[in-house]
Every structure is written in structure tokens, then in C-alpha cells.
């Protein structure tokens, strides 16, 4: 699965969420997404490769 195809996913269940949850707002659905970008950092420390790196091995597996 690449990144294209989760965060597709991701956008699908945003929007479930706020139909089934509708005090979630979009910040409160925003946080998650900068979660990630957290994540890509610690891997890219973590590893010393660069972002596009990382993405490349997220899109390999």
C-alpha cells in the first residue's frame, strides 16, 4: 500500500467519523494527520535517510 492509497483511505474514514461523530471537528481529524508527519521525522532520524526515502520504503512494503 503507498501513500496515495492511505491517505485515500484516511480521507474515507475522516469523513465516516464526522458522520457518525459529528462533534469531531477537522482540527481534532487535523491533529492525526500531523501525527504522521511526526512519525516521518523520528524515521528519518532514526534512519538518516531523507523524506522521499522514507516514502519509498512505506510504498515498498
Same mark, same amino acid.
Given at each position: 500500500m503507498n501513500t496515495t492509497e492511505i491517505?485515500?483511505?484516511?480521507?474515507?474514514?475522516?469523513? !465516516?467519523?464526522?458522520?457518525?461523530?459529528?462533534d469531531l471537528t477537522d482540527d481534532d481529524l487535523l491533529y492525526d494527520e500531523g501525527k504522521e508527519d511526526e512519525l516521518y521525522g523520528r524515521i528519518q532520524q532514526k534512519l538518516g535517510k531523507t523524506k522521499e526515502e522514507v516514502s !519509498?520504503?512505506?510504498?515498498?512494503?
Open positions: 491517505k485515500g483511505n484516511w480521507n474515507e474514514l475522516k469523513g !465516516k467519523l464526522k458522520q457518525q461523530y459529528a !519509498k520504503l512505506f510504498s515498498d512494503l
